[in-house]
C-alpha cells in the first residue's frame, strides 16, 4: 500500500483555495441579478474577486477552513488504520503551510490544538469498502462555523408553523430555517436536507448530500420539485449575499430521506455558504487524479 | 467613496449611513469570542481577576481601541524564519456571538467601528447610538481579498487564546466594509429580517 501523504496534502490546499467550477458559474449568474450599484452586487463582486485571487496565490478562500469531512472509498485490502494516518499527517502539514487554519479545539478545556487534530473525530473520516478492483477515491469537504451554526432540525409535527409529516411540512421548516439564517451563513448558501433518521444520521446525512453537483436533482419527480421550489420561494425572501437585501438567497435545495422510526419525523438542514469546498481525488494505481 | 482614518472622530462616525460603503485605513485590532468573553470579565464586570500579563495588555488595549476599531476575524497567518507574521486569510467571522458583550465593551473602550459579517442585534444598535459607533460589514468568505489590504501585523495579544482567537493588531489599507449598523437607530439587518418575516408567512401561507 503506497504513501499518498504529499498528495492528500496537494488535495487539501485544492479544496480549501480552489471553489467548484459548477458553484463559481452560479455565483457569477446571480451578479447579474442584483441592480448595479448596491450591496448586493457588490458583495458578490467582491466574492467573485476573492475566488480568482485564492486560487491565483493558492491561499485560502475562507480563513475559516471549517470541519474537514472526508469520504474514503477504498479498495478491498487497503488499511483504513494507515489511510486514517496519512490523512492526519497531511492534515497537519497542510496546517503548517497555511492551507487550513489551526481549527480544533478542545471545547472541555478551551485549548486549541494548533494542528487540526483533535480525537478521533477531528477531522472527520468516514470510511467505505469497495471492491478490490476499484479506484480509491477520497471526497473532501470543508464546512464553515458560520453556515454550521445556522444549521437546523425540526422533529415534526411543528405546530407553530403548521408543519405536518409531509412534504408540505418539509417544505415549511425549511423555509423558516432559511429566514432565520439571514445573512449569517455566508449566502448564497447552499441548502442539504435529510428527511428521516435519527437526529445523528439525520444531519449527517444532509451534509454527505452536498457532496453532489450544483443542479443535481433528487430521482424522484415529486421531490426534485420541492428542491427547485424551496431554491425559487427562498428566494423570494430577499435576504441576498450576505443578508444585505437581494436576489440571490440560496444558490440550489438538495434533499435525501432516511428511514425512521414510527415515533419519528426529524427533517435536517445543513446549510453550506457560498465558499462551497468539495473536491474529490481518484487513485488508479500510480495514477493520482483530482477533479 | 468615503474613506475613514482611524482613529476616527464622533462627527465623522455620525456622518456615516446605513447602505453606504467606506474604506478604512490605520491600524485596528482583532478579537472574536475568546476575547470579548474575557475583556468582559476581567475589566467590565471584574468577575474574574487579571493574570499574568493581562494588565500590561489592557493598557495597550486602551491605547489601541480608544476611537479605534475593533474586528471580529480569526485569521489565517504565516510566521517566516526572522519570526514576522503575514495574514494570509482575514475574513470576518458572524458577530452576533458577541452581541452579549459588545455595546459593554464599545463603551469602555470608546470603541468607534465594530467590523464582522451578519450584523448584531438591539443591544448593539443601542450600543452603536450612545459610544456613538457603527456596525461595519465585512464580505464573509473574501479572505484572501481581504488579507490583502492587511498590510502589517503590528502586535499580538493573547496568543494562548490559539491563532483564530488571538488580538492581533493590524494596519490596513483600503479596508473594504459597508455600513449595516449606524449611531442613528439604522439597521440593514432589522430591516431585512422584518421584510423577510412578513414573506415568510406568505409563503406560509400558501397551499402546498
Known sequence: MRDLTNEIVEFIRRTSTDLPKDVEDRLRAAVEKEAPGSAARGALETILKNVELSRQNATPICQDTGTPIFYVRYPEGWSTRKLRQMIRDAMEIATKKSYMRPNAVDALYDKNTGNNLGGDDFPYIHFEEVDADQPLTIELMLKGGGCENVGAQYSLPDNRLGAGRDLAGVRKVVLDAVQKAQGQGCAPGILGVAIGGDRGSSYIKSKEILFGKIGERNADPEVAALEERLTNEANQLGIGPMGFGGQTTVIDTKITGLHRLPASYFVSVSYMCWAYRRRKMVVKGEEVLYD | ?208
Open chain 2, 1 to 208: 467613496m468615503r474613506v475613514v482614518n482611524l482613529p476616527a472622530k464622533d462627527d465623522v462616525i455620525r456622518e456615516l449611513r446605513v447602505g453606504e460603503p467606506v474604506l478604512l485605513n490605520g491600524v485596528m485590532v482583532t478579537g472574536r469570542d475568546a476575547a470579548h468573553k474575557w475583556m468582559v470579565e476581567t475589566f467590565i464586570k471584574k468577575t474574574r481577576a487579571p493574570k499574568d500579563e493581562d494588565l500590561y495588555v489592557y493598557e495597550n488595549l486602551k491605547k489601541l481601541l480608544n476611537g479605534g476599531v475593533i474586528y471580529h476575524c480569526g485569521p489565517v497567518v504565516r510566521k517566516d524564519e526572522q519570526g514576522q507574521y503575514t495574514f494570509v486569510a482575514a475574513g470576518p467571522t458572524t458577530s452576533i456571538r458577541e452581541e452579549p458583550y459588545q455595546a459593554d465593551v464599545m463603551k469602555h473602550f470608546n470603541i468607534k467601528g465594530v467590523i464582522g459579517k451578519g450584523g448584531m442585534g438591539a443591544k448593539t444598535l443601542q450600543g452603536c447610538q450612545e459610544t456613538p459607533g457603527v456596525y461595519l460589514h465585512a464580505i464573509g468568505g473574501a479572505a484572501s481579498y481581504i488579507a490583502q489590504r492587511v498590510n502589517k501585523v503590528l502586535d499580538v495579544f493573547k496568543l494562548e487564546f490559539g491563532v483564530p482567537e488571538a488580538m492581533w493588531v493590524i494596519e490596513v489599507k483600503d479596508f473594504p466594509v459597508v455600513v449595516t449598523m449606524d449611531s442613528h437607530g439604522g439597521s440593514q439587518h432589522a430591516l431585512v429580517d422584518d421584510a423577510s418575516k412578513k414573506v415568510l408567512e406568505d409563503l406560509l401561507a400558501q397551499p402546498y
